[in-house]
T-cell receptor
């Protein structure tokens, strides 16, 4: 089966600019996750969707980060404005349901200069 | 709040030697533990989960609730085992489905 697709793979922006990442989960997967992975650290959950509803966004910096999953399929994660500390790999993952294995995308590497 | 600790950032062994990647966790409830692996230029993928109690690619991991550990072991390491390994914990309740990851251990198996 096709895996989780993310784009772009790489992005370099200046601080205070905005950026958006896109994720297409595996077909039929109801649960979608966005993780942030800063260099040298493990992935940290930013937001979790069940269909088009938010399950957990407790670690999402809501003053600058936003995410949506319209129609319960694709999802976008936006940062506005970006800070230097937002430099990281942003991973999207999906699973058939909350209690099943999550499959990860290749990630988007963001560099803020 | 849950926490996962992997004390070793780097681990080097020679081919054929035993390997153990350490993982300790803190969680007040009944956890579900996983090991994820990321090979060079590949995406993060599930290696094994404690509830399945299976051996994948020769790796095993036993959940020790008394010591709050979930160490990953393999009796004879192979060069193709070189990768980044993450231990992860899945909590219950309102955070159901959310994975908390450790910092990861880079395993290098020398020929």
């Amino acid at each position: 089966e096709a895996g989780v697709a993310q784009s772009p793979r790489y992005k370099i922006i200046e601080k205070r600019q905005s950026v958006a990442f896109w994720c297409n989960p595996i077909s039929g997967h109801a649960t979608l996750y966005w993780y942030q992975q800063i260099l040298g650290q493990g992935p940290k959950l930013l937001i979790q969707f069940q269909n088009n509803g938010v399950v957990d966004d407790s670690q999402l910096p809501k003053d600058r980060f936003s995410a949506e999953r319209l129609k319960g399929v694709d999802s976008t994660l936006k940062i506005q404005p970006a800070k230097l500390e937002d430099s990281a790999v942003y991973l999207c993952a999906s699973s058939p349901s909350l209690n099943t294995e999550a499959f990860f995308g290749q990630g988007t590497r963001l560099t803020v200069v | 709040a849950q926490r996962v600790t992997q004390p070793e950032k780097l681990l080097s062994v020679f081919k054929g030697a035993p390997v153990e990647l350490k993982c300790n966790y803190s969680y007040s409830g009944s956890p579900e533990l996983f090991w994820y692996v990321q090979y060079s230029r590949q995406r993060l993928q599930l290696l094994l989960r404690h509830i399945s109690r299976e051996s994948i690619k020769g790796f095993t991991a036993d959940l020790n609730k008394g010591e709050t550990s979930f160490h990953l072991k393999k009796p004879f390491a192979q060069e193709e085992d070189s990768a980044m390994y993450y231990c992860a914990l899945k909590a219950g309740g309102t955070s159901y489905g959310k994975l908390t990851f450790g910092q990861g251990t880079i395993l290098t198996v020398h020929p």
